[in-house]
């Protein structure tokens, strides 16, 4: 199928931002427990999406891939080397303001693994503030890389299955939902965390897979597609019916992306959405230890806001960019 202009691009960069907007009110504690609430909510449709469309691109990705070694590659490319960064300078950072050498070689081996549970603070880093870790933001990295490596045994499936694979979806769909609901009924510790893990957040992953799957099909129905999303979102927020958030949100996202319209090209920038949702966490401590959220909540922002955007355009022309295959259609856009 010949390549269509999408918003997707658009999208991942605004579900970024609003992660930035949640965890600035969340880490400096400067809002009312209503407006914080409202964010939690803002946020969490936003990690969601960012699932359904890493499904989407990254299965598309790679049925477009010659074998799995070029699949790999290119989601290393894609995701270490400006991971690694994040990881490493903060590391630095930590043994310059005379932290401990063991407590830092533990946090470098256990983050650069994606095992950031295992150490997510650091000696003399934020250790006075609301919320210690270095960069609580990059849970969900661990469940995008955990999807990558199962990604290819689920292709292999829906070969195989043929017109069958639908029964393969609605099955892990079912399955996800019914462990992210009965996690949390269970009287254990880290019920939460647990539940946000993989399989349960499966059933937005394969609702992306699905939507490039039925693309065409969606393409000629998208008023529609668009309609029906919003009802069962609306519907999802019903504690009975909160298995159908992951196809509403899919039909949302499906529809922003393909409804015609003008091109919202904020890649011709870079691919900025990765970088502005690695760096902001401890940016955003950073100003909060300077003081600027304690003189103003807008003022904070402010400095967030320009601060992210800086070092995100910088994290994209000097780590992210060079790593990138020439082929990569983001760097024939900028």
Not at 72 to 82: H, M, S, T
Not at 126 to 149: C, D, H, S
Not at 218 to 226: N, W
């Amino acid at each position: 199928m010949q390549q269509q202009i999408n918003r997707f691009d658009f999208l991942r960069l605004l579900f970024a931002c609003v992660v930035v907007f949640y965890h600035a009110l969340a880490l400096s504690g400067t809002v009312s427990i209503k407006l914080e609430n409202l964010a939690t909510l803002l946020v969490e449709l936003s990690i969601q999406g960012f699932f359904i469309i890493s499904g989407l691109l990254v299965y598309s990705s790679l049925v477009r891939s010659n074998n799995i070694y070029e699949y790999a590659k290119k989601r290393v490319r894609r995701l270490y080397p400006a991971y690694v960064v994040i990881i490493v300078i903060p590391a630095f950072a930590s043994l310059l303001m005379g932290g401990e050498l063991f407590p830092v070689l533990k946090y470098l081996v256990a983050n650069l693994g994606f095992l950031n549970f295992l150490a997510p603070t650091l000696p003399g880093l934020f250790e006075e503030l609301r919320f210690p870790q270095v960069n609580g933001a990059l849970w969900t990295l661990k469940i995008e890389v955990m999807f990558y490596i199962i990604l290819p045994l689920l292709a292999w499936a829906i070969d195989l299955l043929g017109r069958k694979k639908w029964v393969l979806f609605i099955t892990i769909y079912i399955f996800a939902e019914i462990w992210r609901a009965m996690i949390l009924l269970l009287d254990i510790p880290f019920a939460m965390q647990i539940s946000r893990q993989l399989p349960g957040q499966m059933s937005f992953f394969v609702i992306g897979m699905s939507l490039w799957l039925l693309r065409d099909l969606l393409r000629v129905h998208i008023t529609k597609t668009g309609v029906l999303g919003t009802i069962l979102i609306l519907l999802s927020f019903l504690p009975p019916l909160e298995f159908l958030r992951a196809i509403g949100l899919g039909g949302v996202i499906f529809f922003i992306s393909y409804l015609p319209g003008p091109a919202i090209n904020v890649a011709r920038y870079g691919d900025l959405s990765y970088g502005v949702y690695i760096t902001h966490f401890p940016i955003i401590n950073l100003i909060i230890m300077a003081g600027f959220f304690a003189n103003s909540v807008w003022e904070g922002l402010l400095m967030v806001t320009g601060l992210v955007a800086f070092a995100s355009l910088l994290m994209w022309h000097v780590v992210e960019k060079p790593f990138l295959l020439r082929s990569s259609h983001y760097r024939k856009k900028n």
